[in-house]
């Protein structure tokens, strides 16, 4: 009896047998031909967010929906691989794709069930088939697929290459793709950095990452880990004094921001724009590296001189009070503290608090991570009551007639770290730094706070540049056969205008005038009614035409003798492409922000082929070298190799633009730019300006390795304020960045082109000296333009060499 049983059920075995291998069989057939393909494995391309570098290789931006780091298996620590095989499939190198002993748990799982479809049998490779090809739906079919598919993809990559696509493919809550972006999103570090415990808590997170993870369920995500770490052990992945350290470790985890090593927040959507409108949406996923032309350090110097300069604005004008008021009593807590201060943030360095108690004395600050800090009467002795842009209140003998209890301030550290009462500006700035030779923006800042208002004044923001227009003007007159020692007559003038349609009466910021100006006094002095007349004796319509060679619209700029003043609005870029113009030997240079492009293969698809300024070179005449006007070759990104040298146009007589580089030196050296001599060099050449009634202050200054624009005014055009002109507002921004990015930089001279002469000539009249004169000075002109001598016979002595000044 016993035997026909046993025979019956070895029957009835091998029946089973073979109607399971049938079954599978048939299973193959029909479902074979409707798997997806594995080779795109092979090739895959993870979706990876677009990054954006400066030109040092410092990360500025990250721009995606989907964080992702890839790393290569080699990458991975040990910590990281072993707690994901604990966790998830601890016989990976073992089985070849499917783990029939998982398989076997699952079966028995749903006969003890019942039917119902339950957990386990998954290994990693078939978790791989369904990130990449089938969807999370759980049923028998779907399961037959992921099967025959991870059967598929181990025949095809090795394990490694499994695992390491499943590392950086698998989803793990909060956006984070991946492993490394896991460990940057929940503990702000690399995968090298994580602790065990981490590595564990980063392994958990597979089974339900939306759900249970640290920081939506700390509870059981802690339990999760532990799990992990229990595994581990009994896996004989770490030791047990390993697992009793973890085990005991106190997660601290918390979402990490995506942060940058550089903030440039403006240029870096500049790129952003300009990329996905070539690349399309594809850019946010596809793994881009974009590398900017930006240096690191001199964005950095940038930011703090924008924030610094019109800080220094703000307190010189008096402070506006409180943002806002909380009603405390003498029962609040730490709690309704936080509370009140919900909705604040810190703010281009100024940290948001709550003033809790006040006295003659001292004022009590908590903020937003707890701490209180004290203010004394020193640090709130700047805050005068603001009145309006010309009028403060008196200094404060008492801090409580600054602040009370209940008043939501900011505040910040000044150079020695104490802690001191601040404002938001309510003024905005721009800075652009290039350099003159190619047009590579090194430094960008569009404003004081991205976050506050994400408008670009550098390169969006067009307002009238006032006095800095003036060096144009000037070049334009020198091009009709004006010298700068030509005698123009400083004096009041009427203009019934037709254009202006009303009666003009200009005149100079001191209100004041001088009578016959040589032309750079004028220049260096900044005087109004010397450039008028300037313009007049030019002509508008000539004058006109030529400021075009510097790059302006010529929808911006205004076909009357305003256009002498500065009145057509240009942004900050269009000033400091114009300077270019004087600073590189009469190039028009084409602005450019992105130098390369790598794709996710760290393949080059993009590299920059920027017009170059050549005022110091021979240009080569071959087929490897054209000269192009600025506007032929407009920035593209797509696919090219290194290709010809392109050199930009040439606008100006280079002669022209060293005479007039020598008047913005004297501006720097005796005029309204002199407090820019403090940076202690001698080549710099700049030019102030300020707007009617102090709407808009500007400096636009260079050497031969930078040219650089910085503009303070109001979003709202409102003024200034009394005394606020170019040389107080902007020029202070200008040589505080100047300063730092110079530093190291050799001075290099500007010497003069062939055909420029140097002259003795008699200050008063403009021409040329006697050889007895005493108070002759030395001027530069065109060889072939030099003025009248006071004493033809007399004047071949008045000329010198030219290398002897300037």
């Not at 985890?253 to 690349?279: I, Y």
């Amino acid at each position: 009896m016993l035997k026909k049983l046993l025979k019956w059920l070895l029957i009835l075995t091998l029946a089973g047998g073979v109607v399971g291998v049938i079954t599978i069989g048939v299973a193959w057939l029909v479902l074979s031909p409707g798997l997806p393909t594995t080779d795109t494995l092979k090739d895959v391309q993870l979706q990876v967010p677009l990054r954006i570098y400066t030109r040092d290789g410092r990360l500025m931006a990250t721009y995606g929906e989907k964080r992702r780091q890839p790393v290569t298996i080699d990458e991975v620590p040990d910590s990281v691989k072993n707690a994901f095989l604990a966790g998830e499939d601890a016989r990976f190198y073992e089985h070849p794709g499917v783990d029939y002993q998982g398989i076997l748990r699952a079966v028995w799982y749903i006969i003890r069930t019942g039917g119902d479809k339950g957990p386990g049998g998954s290994t990693i490779t078939m978790q791989l088939t369904r990130q990449f090809f089938l969807s999370f739906e759980r049923t028998y079919l779907r399961k037959l697929k992921e099967i025959f598919l991870a059967l598929k993809i181990e025949q095809e990559l090795d394990k490694d290459e499994i695992l390491e696509l499943y590392l950086n493919k698998i989803f793990l809550g909060h956006r984070a793709y991946g492993i490394a972006a896991a460990a940057d999103v929940y503990y702000g570090k690399s995968l090298d950095e994580l602790s065990l415990a981490e590595a564990a808590m980063i392994a958990s997170l597979p089974k339900a990452p939306s759900r249970i993870n640290p920081i939506n369920n700390p509870e059981r995500a802690l339990s999760r880990r532990n799990y992990v770490l229990g595994r581990m052990l009994e896996l004989g992945f770490i030791e047990q004094a390993e697992w009793e350290q973890a085990f005991n470790e106190v997660d601290r985890a918390h979402l990490h921001v995506p942060t940058s090593d550089v903030h440039a927040p403006h240029l870096a959507e500049m790129v952003r724009a300009t990329v996905v409108g070539q690349m399309g949406e594809s850019a946010y996923t596809s793994g881009y590296k974009i590398f900017t032309t930006i240096d690191s350090r001199l964005q950095q110097s940038a930011e703090m001189a924008i924030r610094n300069g019109l800080a220094l604005y703000d307190r010189r004008h008096g402070y506006r009070g409180a943002e806002a008021k909380a009603e405390l009593t003498a029962e609040s807590t730490p709690a309704d503290w936080a509370a009140a201060l919900e909705g604040f943030r810190a703010s281009a360095g100024l940290a948001p608090g709550l003033v809790i108690d006040a006295n003659e004395e001292l004022a009590l600050v908590y903020l937003v991570d707890g701490q209180t800090l004290p203010l004394d009467l020193d640090a709130v002795a700047w805050a005068r009551p603001y009145i309006n842009a010309d009028q403060r209140g008196p200094t404060p003998k008492r801090v409580d007639e600054v602040v009370s209890v209940g008043d939501i301030i900011r505040v910040e550290r000044n150079a020695e770290g104490e802690w001191r009462l601040a404002q938001l500006p309510q003024v905005e700035g721009a800075l652009i730094s290039m350099s003159p030779r190619d047009g590579a923006v090194r430094a960008l800042i569009g404003g004081f706070d991205f976050s506050r208002s994400k408008f670009n004044r550098a390169t969006q923001g067009k307002r009238q540049p006032g006095s800095s227009f003036k060096p144009i003007i000037y070049s334009a007159a020198l091009e009709a056969g004006m010298t700068v020692s030509t005698l123009i007559n400083d004096a009041p003038v009427v203009f019934n205008d037709p254009q202006l349609e009303r009666v003009w009466r200009p005149e100079n910021y001191s209100r004041t005038f001088y009578g016959p100006t040589r032309l750079r006094e004028g220049m260096v002095n900044s005087r109004n009614l010397v450039s008028i007349r300037v313009l007049r004796e030019t002509g508008v319509q000539q004058t006109h035409g030529y400021a075009l060679r510097f790059g302006f619209d010529s929808r911006d700029l205004p076909a009357d003798l305003s256009l002498a003043l500065g009145s057509g609005p240009v942004p900050p870029i269009a000033m400091a492409r114009a300077y270019s113009v004087f600073a590189n030997g009469g190039y028009l240079i084409e602005p450019y922000f992105v130098e390369r492009i790598v794709n996710a293969n760290d393949e080059q698809i993009y590299s920059s082929q920027p017009l170059i300024a050549c005022d110091d070179c021979n240009q080569p005449q071959s087929d490897e070298v054209e000269t192009v006007a600025a506007d032929a070759l407009l920035p593209t990104i797509e696919a090219n190799e290194e290709g010809p040298v392109f050199y930009a146009e040439q606008v100006i007589d280079p002669r022209n633009g060293y005479i007039i580089s020598s008047v913005l030196r004297d501006v720097i050296r005796r005029g309204t730019g002199r407090p820019a001599r403090s940076i202690g060099r001698n080549d710099l050449a700049g030019k102030t300006g300020t707007t009617n009634d102090q709407r808009d202050a500007w400096f636009s200054g260079f050497n031969h390795h930078l040219v650089t624009t910085a503009w303070v005014g109001h979003d709202d055009f409102s003024p200034l304020g009394k005394g606020e002109v170019g040389g107080r507002a902007a020029l202070p921004i200008w040589i505080d960045f100047m300063r730092d990015a110079l530093d190291g930089v050799p001075e290099r001279p500007f010497n003069p082109p062939p055909g420029v002469t140097t002259a003795r000539i008699d200050p008063d009249s403009g021409l040329l000296a006697r050889a007895d004169n005493p108070n002759a000075i030395n001027e530069v002109f065109l060889s072939e333009n030099l003025p009248e001598a006071e004493r033809s016979e007399q004047s071949e002595q008045a000329v010198v060499d030219p290398y002897d000044i300037f």
